[in-house]
């Protein structure tokens, strides 16, 4: 039976008043109750054992009184309609209290609890039951499930208190059959007192006392405010009407001398007020919000001890106390009013349900700028931040600037806060943007591997970056190699893509032997550079190793035959230059060319 959650349910008190009422401690005197229900002053001692020695009951244990009983109290309903049945027993946080509900018609054959609890108040709640904390408190684990009820049904109720302080208790009823019937939800029948059960009331309220009887000569009215009855000079009625808490007697006055004595206490509880309260903003990243954290603003100076706030969806709720909100709500999509209510914990009909506030669901600024950004070498400064000013937005940065964008001159990490205030209410988002001083790219090498139809071209730079290549008037890509290139030239690109600039070369790609054996044997007779047919005027210059001019080839040449002057050259490494007209007309030397090779004999 033990559980660690209750279901919330439609909630309505019934009242409590504020004197002690009487105590049982046997089941065979158990004190009726209705609607309106005392409040006990406290327990003292078990009676007689209802249990007959038994160690338990349902849940409920022996104790070291060798009895299941302990401090007990007993009283006895019955339903008046169908629905849904439970109840409140307010205690003092510090005290450890436990119940059993029995559904019998005498104590003779109570059989087990249909609802029990003997837990030791660990968590110091101030409420145990059945149905649902009325604080919104749903892990309060000293809550039983509702139970279902129909008319005619009797029931008992032991309360025990196994604590060192006894201050006494409070029950109030809750469920859906006092929203259906409010006023038979239980049966008063079972009171025979004259003028009826305890009554509670809310103050500036007044009560009508009715001791109307068919043969009376004339009625005395009394009062006990706690010093003993005294006359209430003047008051021969049948009807007394009070407005102050009391004990009220009634004395009528018969004909035959059977005269009437009975007794009632009223019991009125403070009305509480409901304070303003100010707008919240649930933010767009927020899921849930915890509505605990207006309960001080609407108690103002009264006591949490006293006084219960509980939040509703509609006024019409507030007012009747049902469907409380979950104190941690889950935020809705738009913007949602909630009601308020203040209940008297003495007695939930004295409530204030004057208060509401609006839950404004605010969207959270967002900041979708980029929070890297580069400035370029050379340059002046840089914009960061957003381009775009919001309407109810405020930007501060860490610098003091206020507006949404700045321009910044140095590397650095700034942070922006943006604000969004509406309605006296604000959601706020952070975030740092960093700089970074950004050198263009720079080509330290280009390497060509040729002498194939095809060639592979590698672009080499200073340093790392964010480069992005590009060769002729192709796509950019984000390898430095280029596979599959034609013979001729080329124009290379490296581009910052953070912006900061691009470097071009033009290179050529041909391809040439890396030796050559002018032999006579008709094979490898000539060295040549193939592909520079591709290029205009290209002009191919040899040197030997200091440098000495030893043969000039065109684009029609049919090679070097390795001589010099007529008289063959030795075997030996020698060296060549490549030029040709660019695209502009100018005479260039090719650049990035393994420009030597091998005479063989």
């Known amino acids: 039976m033990k559980r660690i959650c209750v279901l919330f349910s439609a909630l309505l008190f019934f009242g409590i008043f504020t004197l002690s009422a009487q105590v049982s401690p046997d089941c065979g005197n158990a004190i009726p109750i209705c609607n309106d229900t005392p409040v006990n002053g406290g327990t003292n001692g078990f009676g007689v ?24 109290a007993w009283y006895r309903f019955r339903t008046g309609a169908t629905g849904q049945l439970g109840f409140n027993i307010g205690i003092d946080t510090s005290e450890d209290w436990d119940f059993a509900l029995y559904k019998a018609g005498d104590c003779s054959t109570l059989g087990e609890p249909i609802r029990c609890n003997f837990f030791d108040n660990q968590d110091q709640d101030s409420f145990l039951g059945i149905g649902e904390d009325p604080t919104g408190n749903a892990s309060n684990i000293q809550y039983e499930d509702w139970i279902e009820v129909a008319p005619g049904e009797d029931y008992y109720l032991l309360i025990n208190n196994f604590s060192n302080s006894n201050s006494g208790f409070s029950i109030q009823f809750s469920g859906n059959i006092f929203v259906t019937n409010p006023f038979d939800a239980l049966d008063c029948s079972i009171v025979s007192n004259l003028l009826g059960p305890p009554i509670s009331a809310c103050e500036g309220t007044n009560v009508t006392l009715n001791a109307t ?38 004395e009528v006055v018969r004909p035959a001398g059977n005269n009437i004595i009975s007794d009632v206490h009223v019991g009125y ?40 706030v509980s939040y509703h969806n509609t006024l019409a709720d507030a007012n009747s106390g049902t469907n409380v909100i979950p104190k941690l709500f889950t935020i809705p999509s738009a913007t949602k009013t909630i009601y308020v209510r203040v209940t008297s914990v003495q007695n939930p009909d004295c409530y204030d349900a004057s208060q509401q506030f609006q839950l404004i669901r605010l969207e959270t600024p ?10 370029c070498d050379g340059a002046s400064s840089v914009t960061i931040g957003s381009s775009v000013t919001r309407p109810f937005h405020s930007y501060s940065w860490d610098s003091g600037e206020l507006s949404s ?18 309605n006296g209410v604000s959601c706020s988002n952070s975030k740092e943007v960093t700089v970074i001083v950004s050198n263009p790219p720079v080509i330290s090498d280009i390497e060509i591997e040729d002498l194939e139809e095809e060639n592979t071209v590698t672009v080499f730079t200073e340093e790392e970056g964010d480069w992005e290549y590009q060769m002729d008037n192709g796509s950019f890509q984000s390898s430095p190699i280029f596979n599959d290139v034609l013979a001729g030239t ?4 490296v581009n910052d893509i953070r912006g900061c600039g691009s470097v071009t070369e033009q290179i050529v790609v041909v391809g040439f032997p890396k030796f050559f054996t002018p032999n006579g044997d008709s094979m ?11 290029l205009e005027n290209p002009l191919v210059s040899i040197y030997d190793r200091y440098g000495k001019l030893l043969a000039q080839l065109t684009g029609n040449s049919q090679g070097w035959d390795g001589t010099f002057a007529g008289k063959p050259l030795p075997s030996s490494d020698y060296w060549f230059k490549l030029t040709y007209k660019d695209t502009n007309g100018q005479i ?11 005479l063989k004999r």
């Open 213 to 250: 009887t068919s043969d009376a000569v004339t009625y005395n009215w009394f009062t006990d405010i706690g010093a003993g009855f005294e006359p209430i000079v003047g008051e021969n009625s049948s009807v007394l009407v009070v407005s102050s808490s009391a004990t009220y007697r009634v």
């Open 524 to 534: 490898h007779d000539y060295w040549q550079i193939a592909g520079v047919g591709n």
């Open 269 to 308: 509880s403070t009305m509480p007020n409901a304070f303003p309260l100010t707008d919240e903003a649930a933010c767009s990243e927020d899921t849930t919000f915890d509505l605990s954290v207006k309960d001080i603003a609407a108690l103002g100076s009264q006591s949490s001890d006293d006084f219960v």
């Open 49 to 72: 054992d209802d249990f007959n020695g038994a160690a338990k009951s349902g849940c409920l244990e022996e104790t070291i009184t060798n009895a299941i009983e302990s401090n007990s």
């Open 588 to 598: 260039t030397e090719a650049k990035y060319i393994n420009n030597h090779f091998s």
């Open 490 to 493: 080329h124009t290379l690109t």
């Open 366 to 375: 967002v900041l979708d700028f980029p929070s890297e950004v580069f400035l």
């Open 405 to 422: 964008s700045i321009d910044v001159a140095q590397a650095g990490i700034y942070e922006i806060t943006v604000t969004n205030t509406q």
